[in-house]
């Protein structure tokens, strides 16, 4: 069974820093990883979409990669600024499309 | 405006008492998904749906139905619900392969069962 985990649980940076999350999933067979931000109490907003046969994505300061043979992908934020401090998911997809397995996720926090 | 709706956004209810919420998508997406979102278990799909008239149980089904009678719809329904069904819930949906799909969310039904 497909198992998701993200590290750090909980990450306080001081604005400016580029920072690294990282999430890494147990089963390669996987046909997307799907990146998303979520504000307390509110819903999933998706940031950046890896399908299986790609390495990377780019929207803006955020890039995402992925190693499918490692079970692993990286979501670098460049530049961090207030507005970014939410809690950021990653979820996988299964091969069939079917089922999506999601992470804990990363409670990230940039002070002013 | 292309958007998954769910309805009602907040609702308080009694053990027992049947309960349906709704979900809507405008974008013409095959692949419905149900999720509950719980602290310190994160999000956990309930049902989803390939298509109309197909579903099928995720990882946390008992206690729930859902139906696909038509494309768009996709409710999620409790027939006798329990304190321990307490949770923010969230509805997906996405276009299916080969296409690339990426997964849309609701905004979210906090749900209260007393």
């Known amino acids: 069974k497909q198992e998701v985990t993200q590290i750090p649980a909980a990450l306080s940076v001081p604005e400016g820093e580029n920072l690294v999350l990282n999430c890494s999933f147990t089963d390669s067979a996987i046909y997307n990883l799907q990146w998303f931000r979520q504000d307390p109490g509110k819903g999933l907003t998706s940031l950046l979409l890896i399908q299986s046969s790609q390495r990377e994505q780019t929207s803006g300061r955020l890039n995402a990669s992925l190693d499918k043979s490692s079970g692993r992908s990286t979501l670098y934020i460049a530049a961090s600024q207030p507005g970014d401090s939410a809690t950021y998911l990653c979820?996988?997809?299964?091969?069939?499309?079917?089922?999506?397995?999601f992470g804990p996720g990363t409670r990230l926090s940039v002070l002013p | 405006e292309a958007q998954v709706t769910q309805n009602p956004r907040y609702l308080i209810t009694v053990t027992g008492k049947k309960l349906t919420v709704t979900c809507s998508q405008n974008?013409?997406?095959?692949?419905m998904s149900w999720y509950r979102q719980d602290p310190g278990l994160g999000l956990r799909q309930i049902y989803y749906?390939?298509?109309?008239?197909?579903?099928d149980k995720g990882d946390v089904p008992e206690g729930y139905k859902v139906s696909r009678k038509e494309k768009r719809n996709f409710p999620l329904i409790l027939e006798s619900p329990s304190p321990n069904q307490t949770s923010l819930y969230f509805c997906?949906?996405?276009?299916?392969?080969?296409?690339?799909?990426?997964?849309?969310f609701g905004p979210g039904t906090r749900l209260t069962v007393t």
């Open positions: 749906s390939m298509n109309v008239e197909v579903t």
């Open positions: 979820a996988v997809r299964d091969n069939y499309g079917q089922n999506f397995v």
């Open positions: 974008m013409n997406h095959e692949y």
């Open positions: 997906a949906s996405s276009p299916t392969p080969p296409r690339s799909y990426e997964q849309y």
